[in-house]
């Protein structure tokens, strides 16, 4: 049995409201969420279902120009320049008049991420903690992400995919954790992407994979795919190779290099790709690894419905694959979001906070507050779940 | 090399608008570990309405990055107090 209510909503409301802080890479989010105190919270297992009222979810993204990645150092920057803002603004949304009365939790990210963007969010969350007197709750980014996914679609025990700029993982739960049963070896697909795109020197706003998106979705060719290699080690993947390759072709076909056959033809010299072929053969190849070990995961834990969550699970060319093969094995379904929640937000933080805040656990002293770079999915007890 | 001194000191002392705020200032800023606390050390506490931040580093290099980092989280504090205070 869980008990979510244990700890009662500030000022004999029959609600709490959380509001979230994340700025674990280049997005820096602030949510505020309103969740009534339900009897039918007090037992069984519905941290699915907790008719979450988003009232706020304001984001900001630190855009760098074309062929350019995001910094620590600059990102932080950033964040530290906005923070007060956004929150100002989160609360103004919200409706928010005095937070000492009308908030319960303060959510933030602990980690996983780059280490001075966590820390300068961190840091307006403990002073806002302490201004406010309103408990802290510092939250792994991924079970932020899976909660949020949760919530919105209402699956009960999906397998998780969690694609991102930062991670890729496949998730399942059990017995009180988020197991990672693969994940990737090297770096994560939103990384290979957004480094592809930094290659193509295209524009990284609203966001390079989704400008990579685009692109694919415009290639000519579609049955003939530029072959690539197929990196699927056990339960885990690669793509570091596959990167570093299509980096290569690119940079052949833009420098006009003849005498790569695949690129140009032997006798006329006419280009045979374009770079529309080349994302699109990227993100076929891609998907279907990460396709190939979801569907192994189903099967061992015997699952039908996949939850796809991180900001790479907006891609509609995923989901469309993946709901292909939810669709092959046993009516399986598919649960994934848009934009709002899948890319990096408050909310999400909000979410997996208050849920463990409802549990009990929140910061007693201000030294569990330290950021972590590392921060792996199953090193948090998910007491909110059977 | 590893116990050489830290010889490369600099106080600041940072005015607040009250000593509560001041308070608030230290308590955030204390959890946070030094990196290389071989290198550089650094103590915080107020004296009425002022934070004090007292740092001692290996070289002036160090030091300067180091208190840099300070004052930029301490620009934040700053700015969330000014601006998300609770009204009185």
Redesign the interface.
């Known amino acids: 049995m869980v008990n979510l209510n244990t700890v009662p909503p500030r000022n004999n409301r029959d609600y709490y409201i959380a509001i979230g802080l994340e700025g674990s890479a280049n997005k820096l989010g602030v949510g505020v969420i309103k969740c009534s105190r339900s009897a039918h919270m007090a037992s069984g297992d519905n941290s699915h279902n907790c008719d979450v009222e988003i009232l706020s979810n304001i984001r900001n993204t630190y855009v760098t120009p074309p062929g350019e990645g995001f910094l620590p150092r600059d990102t932080?920057?950033h964040h530290?320049n906005w923070?007060?803002r956004i929150?100002?603004q989160a609360?103004e949304e919200a409706e928010i008049k005095?937070?000492?009365l009308d908030i319960d939790v303060i959510c933030f990210t602990r980690g996983p991420g780059m280490g001075a963007p966590l820390?300068?969010v961190a840091?307006?969350a403990?002073?806002?903690s302490?201004?406010?007197d309103v408990p802290l709750v510092g939250v792994n980014h991924c079970v932020g992400h899976i909660e949020m996914g949760r919530e919105i679609t209402k699956a009960e025990n999906p397998v998780v995919l969690y694609v991102s700029g930062g991670n890729t993982q496949v998730i399942a739960y059990s017995e009180n954790r988020y197991r990672i049963f693969g994940e990737t070896l090297d770096v994560a697909i939103g990384n290979c992407l957004d480094r592809f795109a930094r290659t193509l020197k295209i524009p990284n706003a609203p966001s390079p994979g989704y400008n990579i998106e685009q692109l694919a979705k415009n290639c000519k060719n579609k049955d003939s795919l530029i072959e690539l290699s197929y990196t699927v080690k056990g339960m885990d993947l690669s793509m570091s190779g596959i990167l570093a390759y299509i980096d290569t072709l690119a940079k052949d076909l833009f420098r006009g290099n003849k005498k790569n056959r695949l690129l140009f033809d032997k006798e006329t010299g006419e280009p045979k790709v374009t770079v529309e072929d080349l994302c699109y053969s990227l993100q076929e190849n891609l998907f279907a690894m990460l396709v190939e070990i979801t569907e192994r995961a189903m099967a061992h834990v015997n699952a039908t419905q996949v939850l796809i969550v991180g900001g790479v699970g907006s891609n509609t060319r995923l989901q469309e694959m993946m709901g292909q093969m939810c669709k092959d094995r046993a009516n399986g379904k598919v649960h994934a979001t848009d934009e709002r929640f899948c890319i990096d937000n408050g909310v999400m933080i909000a979410q997996a906070g208050l849920l463990q805040y409802r549990m009990g656990d929140y910061v007693k002293d201000?030294?569990e507050?330290?950021v972590t770079q590392k921060f792996r999915t199953d090193e948090v007890y998910v007491s909110w779940r059977e | 090399m590893a116990s050489s001194s830290l010889d490369h000191t600099l106080t600041l002392d940072i005015p607040f608008e009250t000593e509560a705020q001041a308070s608030i200032a230290m308590r955030v800023l204390q959890p946070d570990p030094i990196l290389r606390p071989q290198d550089f050390e650094v103590t915080y506490s107020t004296r009425g309405a002022s934070l004090v931040v007292s740092v001692a580093s290996v070289d002036d290099r160090v030091l300067r990055v180091g208190v840099s980092n300070i004052i930029d989280s301490i620009k934040t504090i700053v700015e969330t107090a000014d601006e998300l205070s609770l009204q009185q």
């Open positions: 932080a920057r530290r923070c007060v929150i100002k609360l005095n937070p000492h820390h300068s840091i307006a403990r002073t806002c302490l201004l406010w201000l030294s507050t330290v």
